[in-house]
T-cell receptor, first 108, second 114 residues
Framework: KNEVEQSPQNLTAQEGEFITINCSYS?????LHWLQQHPGGGIVSLFM???GKKKHGRLIATINIQEKHSSLHITASHPRDSAVYIC??????????FGEGTQLTVNP | DAGVIQSPRHEVTEMGQEVTLRCKPI?????LFWYRQTMMRGLELLIY????????DSGMPEDRFSAKMPNASFSTLKIQPSEPRDSAVYFC????????????FGAGSRLTVL
């Protein structure tokens, strides 16, 4: 069992739909990161959170420390949101443990 | 700031050759990370530096890999000799410091070893 598990692995949605990507982890963490990797390969950090909820534009990330679970939500999805979304857990140091990623495709 | 700058963006080389990847972190960032991404293993941390000092190199696969950070604005990852299984995308990232800080990634260096 991986220390960080994401679901679903693949997700196809229609433009405008509300999207949820889940991340469950089995290790103690100091922070959880959500990353976005576009088809061109570049990686962008979307959120880093250790409790509660954060919002940036149409993106919302939540974390429940007790349940060791985080979700990334995208409201009013758009084809430009198509990317791989990666959850990464950070322990007491700076090492990140990565999930396998969720491939999101948003069709017009 | 131009972000984290990596070079080369693409490198194709033959097995046995030396490969050097370069990274310039964001000015003022004290932590620098080298990651490798492959289809089979996803993203893996190879090594990270804090204030130019290697802190955790447990992800470096073997002695063929070495990394240096001679100053706060430059780091190299060297593979000598290279092997086909080293083919991957190598990302450099930097952050303000150790602990829970947002990472900024470079565009990556795609290495193909024939």
């Amino acid at each position: 069992k991986n220390e960080v598990e994401q679901s679903p692995q693949n997700l196809t949605a229609q433009e405008g739909e509300f999207i949820t990507i889940n991340c469950s982890y089995s290790v103690g963490i100091s922070a959880l990161h959500w990353l976005q990797q576009h088809p061109g390969g570049g990686i962008v950090s979307l959120f880093m959170l250790s409790s509660g909820k954060k919002k940036h534009g149409r993106l919302i990330a939540t974390i429940n420390i007790q349940e060791k679970h985080s979700s990334l939500h995208i409201t009013a999805s758009h084809p430009r949101d198509s990317a791989v979304y990666i959850c990464a857990c950070q322990g007491s140091g700076s090492r990140l443990t990565f999930g396998e990623g969720t491939q999101l495709t948003v069709n017009p | 700031d131009a972000g984290v700058i990596q070079s080369p963006r693409h490198e194709v080389t033959e097995m046995g050759q030396e490969v050097t990847l370069r990274c310039k972190p964001i000015s003022g960032h004290n932590s620098l990370f080298w990651y490798r991404q492959t289809m089979m293993r996803g993203l893996e941390l190879l090594i990270y530096f804090n204030n130019n000092v290697p802190i955790d190199d447990s992800g470096m696969p073997e002695d063929r890999f070495s990394a240096k950070m001679p100053n706060a604005s430059f780091s190299t990852l060297k593979i000598q000799p290279s092997e086909p299984r080293d083919s991957a995308v190598y990302f450099c990232a930097s952050s303000l410091g150790p602990g829970a800080n947002v990472l900024t990634f470079g565009a990556g260096s795609r290495l193909t070893v024939l």
